[in-house]
């Protein structure tokens, strides 16, 4: 715990440490891990091609770094505290010592299934522990996880599947929501059509009807059965991947982010006990889906190399009701909260009353995650949540960082409702104006970049290197451009703004406009298509798509419905547009590019002023686009 910051002066001298001597500084962090090998070398970087390398030539195993290092020390701690979605089905605990031995064997059954270092695996489960056995023991064994979330539909699977060249795949045969089930066997069949993976395991969790491949599909209990659980942990390059995920940009097809292995380890381990400031003994609690990177930060990697009780919950936060988020903290008397603004708002929504009935006592720390959180429900949170005595914590990052880069530390750095306030220690921002100047000082505005090499950032996107390269680094020579607009006020504190790209945020989940345009051509009468986000009261931005189609001998309605459920089927359900505008042209300058920025405003409903509108092939459409706004 030597590591750990404890005052605000101690934050601003490590904070400057960090800076002038960033290898000295890292390698004192880095030492207090278990390397098989130590670096030669703490970073090498450029960030032109870009080539980011930390720990270099470093050999570990991120798994013994969880388990073999601790558990003379506390194997009988507590790992995972899981809730089911049912209130009445019993909530399991599993110690470190149990996880390590299911980690060991399930990694055994991968080794048996023929899997090996670098190959790929893609894990399509619910909120389960299995869910973390699997990514664990696909680390033990050098395997590259990619996990898909649960909610995404078979096509954006099977795209996931192709795109990594996935050898298997983890799964269950169905998933709880609320009150429904979920048949997400159904869908892995469906994706695997026209795919090689060789080999599907599938944990049994709803016990609904499924088919069985013969020879390619295995059940969970059956394969494990008998199965050692001793097993030696594969020995990995520091800058051997660790997972891949993907994510939303502004084009197309989702990309491929990789974390690699040594610097994503220090890096997940430190932030995560200094941002929540968590102590041996509490119970710390974030509501992600391990579908998204702060699943895979923030409930599997990060609380587990600090030795921390990390609550994993099945559910949703209003089934059976909307205080089941309340009732969970009591039970388990969770001391760090760390939820989304959006879930935030969608509660907030129906009152203070479901929280009357409990104590929240246990609590000290509240976190917030993946959206700017508006200044009154940030207010909510800490007047009602927090009862005024908990910090919280708005913690700024994203997939690509692979940590959190600017937060508070908990019940140490000043807040201020909507600021995300200061870089954690190793991160050097810069903001930039539209032509590449850093704009120093404080009070200022542009777009957020990162200046120096952190451990846990983006290596590159799966087999795509220059795009990569062409979204993050070259917008402005020698930075890690975010896609965001962030703000630094008179405080020198920092807020962010949003996206500056065409990347929405719909209820904290990543989407990319033409991501939801490509889903809605495949129709059949769709002719073109224009996605833009517009601010939604619960969901922090909604999706609007302004859509031409040939809509003779069908009632708009009726297909409008039927192209909105078009897209959740293509992507999932969390792509579905809130609101589908049939349009009889789109804006369009006179080279052919849409104007999106009117189309934004439209959207808004705020048409006073549109801008300059002259350069418009034909500026009449948007009016029209005006007069058909329901
Ligand atoms: C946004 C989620 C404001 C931001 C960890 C970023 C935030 C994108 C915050 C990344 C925050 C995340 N305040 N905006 N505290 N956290 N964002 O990859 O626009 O799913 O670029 O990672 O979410 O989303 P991602």
């Known amino acids: 715990m030597s590591d750990r910051i404890h005052t605000l002066s101690g934050y601003f001298y490590e904070y400057q440490k960090s800076v002038t001597e960033p290898e000295n500084f890292w ?7 278990h390397w098989k090998k130590r670096w030669d070398k703490v970073v090498k970087w450029n960030f032109e091609e870009p080539n980011v390398q930390w720990f270099v030539n470093a050999k570990l195993n991120i798994t013994e770094n969880i388990f073999e290092k601790n558990l003379f020390a506390y194997g009988d701690r507590t790992a995972i505290i899981w809730e089911p979605s049912e209130p009445g089905e019993d909530s399991r605990s599993i110690s470190y010592q149990e996880l390590y031995e299911q980690v060991c064997q399930f990694a055994n059954v991968l080794l048996s299934k023929g899997i090996q270092k670098g190959d790929r695996v893609i894990i399509y489960m619910p909120m389960i522990p299995e869910a973390a056995v699997a990514m664990l023991a696909c680390a033990r064994i050098g395997a590259i996880h990619s996990i898909v979330f649960a909610g995404f539909s078979a096509t954006a699977l099977a795209d996931r599947i192709n795109d990594c060249q996935a050898k298997a795949i983890l799964t269950t045969d169905g998933n709880f929501r609320g009150n429904k089930k979920i048949a997400v066997k159904a869908l892995v069949d469906e994706a695997l059509e026209k795919s090689s993976v060789e080999s599907v395991i599938v944990y049994k969790r709803t016990g609904q009807d499924i088919q069985m491949q013969e020879g390619r599909d295995f059940w969970w209990h059956e394969v494990t059965e008998g199965v050692s659980t001793s097993n030696k942990a594969e020995t990995m390059d520091s800058e051997d991947p ?23 380890m220090v890096y997940t381990k430190y932030s995560f006990e200094n941002v929540f400031q968590y102590s041996p003994g509490d119970v710390y609690w974030c509501t992600a889906d391990i579908g998204w ?11 587990l190399l600090a030795g921390a009780t990390t609550l994993m919950f099945e559910g949703v936060p209003t089934y059976p009701d909307p205080g089941r988020f309340w009732a969970v903290i009591d039970k388990h008397q969770v001391n760090q909260f760390y939820t989304a603004p959006t879930a935030i708002r969608a509660l907030q929504a129906y009152g203070t009353e479901p929280l009357e009935p409990y104590k929240l006592d246990s609590l000290k720390v509240l976190g917030s995650v993946g959206e700017p959180i508006n200044e009154e429900a940030w207010k909510w949170y800490y007047t009602h949540v927090g009862k005024s005595h908990c910090p919280i914590v708005d913690t700024w990052w994203q997939t690509e960082t692979g940590g959190i880069l ?4 908990a019940g140490i750095t000043p807040t201020k409702p909507a600021f995300a306030t200061l ?7 810069a903001i930039l104006d ?27 996107t799966w087999g795509d290197h220059e795009r990569c390269k062409q979204t993050y680094f070259s917008t402005y020579k020698g930075m890690y451009f975010t896609g965001d607009g962030v703000k630094r006020d ?10 500056v790209d065409d990347v929405i945020n719909v209820s904290g989940h990543r989407m990319g406009t033409a991501e939801v345009e490509n889903a809605i051509n495949e129709h059949p009468l769709v002719i073109e298509s224009a996605v833009v986000g517009y601010p939604h009261e619960i969901k922090g931005q909604g999706i609007y798509a302004y859509v031409i189609c040939d809509t003779t001998n069908r009632t708009e309605d009726n297909l409008i419905s039927e192209i ?40 808004e409903g705020d048409t006073s002023n549109l801008g300059d509108t002259s350069t418009l092939l034909d500026p009449e459409v948007v009016n029209q686009i005006i007069a058909g706004k329901k």
């Open 242 to 264: 660790l997972f891949i995920l993907y994510t939303s940009g502004s084009t197309g097809k989702p990309k491929g982010v990789v974390h690699t292995t040594g610097g994503y």
């Open 27 to 33: 390698a004192r962090i880095a030492d207090s891990f």
């Open 293 to 303: 990177i702060t699943g895979h930060s923030y409930i599997v990697y990060g609380p």
């Open 406 to 409: 600017v937060s508070p530390i």
């Open 564 to 603: 909105k459920d078009m897209v959740a089927k293509i992507i999932g359900p969390i792509a579905k547009p809130d609101k589908l505008q049939i349009v009889p042209g789109l804006p369009k300058t006179r080279s052919g590019k849409i104007m999106r920025r009117i189309l934004r405003k439209v959207a």
């Open 490 to 499: 008179h405080d020198g504190y920092y807020r962010i703004l949003g996206r």
């Open 434 to 460: 539209p032509e590449g100047n850093e704009l120093t000082g404080n009070s200022v505005e542009g777009n957020l970049c990162v200046k120096f090499p952190w451990p846990s950032m983006i290596r590159t």
């Open 423 to 429: 870089p954690l220690p190793g991160i050097q921002l």
